[in-house]
């Protein structure tokens, strides 16, 4: 995900003022010199004193740029190497900037640099430098904050609009898992109706409990899809195929808890299902992704609610894992990427 950019307008207006401040001594000694009768006010003091100006300032807005702006972390460098290209950057810009300003002097100013004008060139660039660096650096950081303390927020929001949703679509559990027990101990005696029954309690369960976490276990995901997949056949029968390939090594690995469900239902919901065309569904791994697809059958009525589940998915991805959900419609196969969290 790339960096949020430092606002070009707190940019400018630091260039500004590291220009005018940088500028500030040698406008006091010009003002010095002229009141006391050693220097004669002429406008090559104003054009002396607008080109440094100038120079400082975009000289000053090009290093915050650099070190405040940039994404050097896209390139998936190690962070000794990062900073080694950062450091090189920078030296290669203020060598290249202080050879530019003493050609180009004489061009605008009419005269020479004199050396020690040269020498305090050369000092003031170096210090502006390393100034300029950390100021960005302190922008970056002030940046990346806001930006945690905003999404902080928009994740506190969207918890309070599920716990909200679930407070709105639940009814009191204890009452609803005692009658599920009951209704069990009816049919005990109907195998299939004991365990569909079984299924939907600990999907329900499992439902109130992923409220208290933003991440779970692959594992534990496929578990609770398993039972969703019983549901499922139960009711379609052989009308619908999930398959489910998704070996060991990823269980330990997170995700959004009822992702996986999410997209199955999604395919369920918005694809023709019958027994002239049965409805396959592929969940497996991939890279560091799982992926779920399935082709294109579009309902001849549409599902309410269309596109909600995918839109709360992807916003909750952005929001805990800084990650973008992939949806591609190709060869008439939607397919969903989901990005995976490593093991810490």
């Known amino acids: 995900m790339a960096i949020t950019k430092v606002k070009q307008g707190e940019v400018i207006k630091t260039a500004l003022l590291i220009g005018i401040l940088v500028s500030l001594p040698k406008t006091i000694y010009l003002y010095n010199g002229i009141m006391e009768g050693n220097l004669n006010f002429s406008m090559s003091w104003v054009v002396d004193f607008m080109y440094r100006y100038l120079f400082f300032f975009c000289y000053s807005w090009s290093v915050i740029q650099l070190n405040a702006n ?166 379609y029968r052989d009308r619908i195929e999930i398959q489910v390939d998704i070996t060991d090594s990823f269980f330990d690995r997170k995700i959004p808890p009822l992702a996986l469900q999410s997209l199955v239902e999604n395919s369920v919901k918005h694809n023709e299902i019958s027994s002239t065309n049965p409805l396959t569904v592929k969940v497996y791994a991939s890279g560091d992704s799982l992926i779920v697809e399935n082709p294109i059958r579009t309902r001849s009525t549409l599902a309410e609610g269309m596109g909600t589940g995918l839109y709360n998915l992807k916003k909750r991805y952005l929001l805990l894992l800084k990650k973008e959900v992939l949806v591609s419609t190709d060869n008439d196969i939607f397919k969903v990427e989901l990005p995976l969290k490593e093991v810490a």
């Not at 004489?106 to 502006?128: A, D, H, M, Y």
């Not at 309070?160 to 005692?178: G, M, S, T, V």
């Not at 439902?207 to 578990?223: C, R």
């Open 70 to 235: 940039i994404d050097y972390d896209e390139y998936k460098w190690s962070p000794l190497l990062k900073w080694i290209v950062i450091l090189i950057i920078n030296i290669v810009l203020a060598i290249s900037v202080v050879k530019i300003f003493k050609i180009c002097y004489p061009l605008i100013s009419g005269r020479s640099l004199k050396s020690n004008e040269t020498g305090w060139v050369n000092f003031t660039f170096i210090n502006l430098s390393i100034v300029l660096f950390f100021i960005a650096r302190l922008l970056r950081v002030s940046t990346d904050k806001q930006e945690s303390r905003i999404e902080n927020e928009q994740l506190k929001q969207q918890n309070l609009e599920n716990e909200l949703a679930a407070l709105k679509n639940q009814i009191d559990p204890h009452f609803l898992f005692n009658s599920l027990n009951s209704l069990s101990s009816l049919i005990r005696e109907n195998e299939n109706a004991t365990k569909f029954v079984n299924k939907l309690s600990y999907m329900y369960r499992y439902i109130l409990q992923s409220g208290e976490t933003n991440l779970v276990p692959v594992k534990d995901e496929l578990k609770f899809l398993e039972s969703y997949i019983f549901l499922m056949k139960t009711r």
